[in-house]
C-alpha cells in the first residue's frame, strides 16, 4: 500500500516565476491538506481540500492556489514567486469518517528553492 | 492570536530515561491535540491523539497528557533510545481535522 506521494522531490525557481506541486494521497483516504514549513519552523497550514472543494484555508495569500481531482490526487500552485516562498511543502492526507478527519499521514515532501 | 509553544531548546537526555516534552497553547479551545514525529528531510509522522475529554493516553512507551485547564500537553518517552532522536511536533485541532496548527517542535537527542 503506497502512503503519500509528492513530486518533484525537489524544485528550483527563479523569483516571479510560478510553480505546480502534486500529490497522491495514501489509498483509502479523500482529504488533502497542504503545509509549508519553513527551515526550524512547524508545519504551517495552506489549506485543505475536500470533494474537490477548499475546505479550509490558512493566512497565505491568494497566489497560493490549489485543486483536487476525482481521484482524490491534488496540486499546489503558487504564482509570482517571492524568495520567502522557499520551503518545504508537505502534502498531509485523511480520511473523512463520520464528519472528522483526524490522523494525518504526510508525504516526504517538495523542497522548493527559489533565486 | 492563536499560539502553540514547545521547547525551542533541544532536549539532550541519557539512554533509558524519560524524555518529557511539553507544549503550551494561548488564545485556543482544541477539541484535541495530537503529537507527531518528524525526521530531518522527511515529513510528520502521526504518534498520538488525545481528546478535550481525556487526561491522558499511551501507546507503548509514549504517554501523553492533556490539561485543558493549564492549556498544556505533556508528552513522555519512557526507556528512551538512540532511535526516538527526532524532532517532536504538537499539534492542536478544533474543527474536526479540518483546519490543523502545529507548534515549531522540540529536537530530541538521546545519548548511547
Known amino acids: 500500500d503506497a502512503g503519500v506521494t509528492q513530486s518533484p522531490t525537489h524544485l528550483i525557481k527563479t523569483r516571479g516565476q510560478q510553480v505546480t506541486l502534486r500529490c497522491s494521497p495514501k489509498s483509502g483516504h479523500d482529504t488533502v491538506s497542504w503545509y509549508q514549513q519553513a527551515l526550524g519552523q512547524g508545519p504551517q497550514f495552506i489549506f485543505q481540500?475536500?470533494?474537490?472543494?477548499?475546505?479550509q484555508r490558512g493566512n497565505f495569500p491568494d497566489r497560493f492556489s490549489g485543486h483536487q481531482f476525482p481521484n482524490y490526487s491534488s496540486e499546489l500552485n503558487v504564482n509570482a514567486l517571492l524568495l520567502g516562498d522557499s520551503a518545504l511543502y508537505l502534502c498531509?492526507?485523511?480520511?473523512?469518517?463520520?464528519?472528522?478527519?483526524?490522523?494525518?499521514?504526510f508525504g516526504p515532501g517538495t523542497r522548493l528553492t527559489v533565486t | 492570536s492563536q499560539k502553540i509553544e514547545q521547547n525551542s531548546e533541544a532536549l539532550n537526555i541519557q539512554e533509558g530515561k524519560t524524555a518529557t516534552l511539553t507544549c503550551n497553547y494561548t488564545?485556543?479551545?482544541?477539541?484535541?491535540l495530537q503529537w507527531y514525529r518528524q525526521d530531518p528531510g522527511r515529513g510528520p509522522v502521526f504518534l498520538l491523539l488525545?481528546?478535550?475529554?481525556?487526561k491522558e493516553k499511551r501507546k507503548e512507551r509514549l504517554k501523553v497528557t492533556f490539561d485543558t485547564t493549564l492549556k498544556q500537553s505533556l508528552f513522555h518517552i519512557t526507556a528512551s533510545q538512540p532511535a526516538d532522536s527526532a524532532t517532536y511536533l504538537c499539534?492542536?485541532?478544533?474543527?474536526?481535522?479540518?483546519?490543523?496548527?502545529f507548534g515549531a517542535g522540540t529536537r530530541l537527542f538521546v545519548k548511547a
Open positions: 488525545i481528546r478535550e475529554n481525556e
Open positions: 481540500y475536500y470533494e474537490e472543494e477548499e475546505r
Open positions: 488564545n485556543y479551545s482544541p477539541a484535541y
Open positions: 498531509a492526507s485523511s480520511s473523512e469518517q463520520g464528519g472528522y478527519s483526524y490522523e494525518q499521514y
Open positions: 499539534a492542536l485541532d478544533n474543527t474536526g481535522g479540518f483546519k490543523t496548527i
